[in-house]
């Protein structure tokens, strides 16, 4: 049942996606620039922390590197191949046809947002909403499923809520 709910949200966005051009140029612009996006912010605050030898650095740079690294290494368990590549699709990006769960980009986005949040309201409610836009996106271009996106969602979240609770 999840499974058919899944792909019915996945063909709903992509669908949409693929038939209207400027969605579909919009939703490549996201998901191509939001990666270097999300490092410059994460860099430039770790900078701001180095220049400011602020105690919390450590925590900032750790979270987000265990959120990576569980993300990278859960595809190894699950052998999902990606939409485009299961459904014979043309995705709008370049991308290897290798595992789609968990989606490492959402995961990350939402990891450093919540990171930056710890210093930042402002900032990080602008790169959660970023964040969201960046999950939508990988459904659009054909890369991701929704499950792919709640998985990267999930663990970035109960790793940011166990940081809360053990390290800041």
């Known amino acids: 049942m999840i499974k058919k709910i899944d792909q019915k949200i996945f063909f709903a966005l992509y669908n949409f996606t693929v038939s209207h051009e400027l969605i579909s140029k919009l939703a490549?612009?996201?998901t191509k620039f939001s990666s270097k996006f999300f490092s410059l912010i994460y860099f430039a605050v770790g900078g701001w922390l180095i220049y400011n030898n602020d105690s919390r650095l450590k925590n900032y740079v750790l979270v987000p590197a265990v959120v990576y690294l569980l993300v990278k290494s859960i595809p190894t368990l699950f052998n999902r191949r990606r939409p485009f590549a299961e459904?014979?699709?043309k995705s709008l990006v370049n991308q290897r046809q290798d595992h789609s769960f968990p989606s490492t980009h959402t995961a990350s986005s939402l990891i450093i947002s919540?990171?930056?949040l710890?210093?930042?309201l402002e900032l990080g409610v602008?790169?959660?909403f970023l964040a969201v836009l960046t999950a939508l996106s990988r459904i659009m271009v054909g890369?991701?499923?929704p499950t792919d996106i709640v998985g990267g969602w999930?663990?970035?979240f109960v790793i940011y809520f166990l940081s809360l609770m053990f390290l800041f």
Do not use: E
């Open 28 to 30: 490549v612009f996201i």
């Open 126 to 128: 602008f790169m959660i």
């Open 87 to 89: 459904f014979n699709l």
């Open 154 to 156: 999930l663990f970035a």
């Open 114 to 116: 919540l990171a930056v």
């Open 118 to 120: 710890n210093f930042s």
């Open 143 to 145: 890369v991701h499923y």
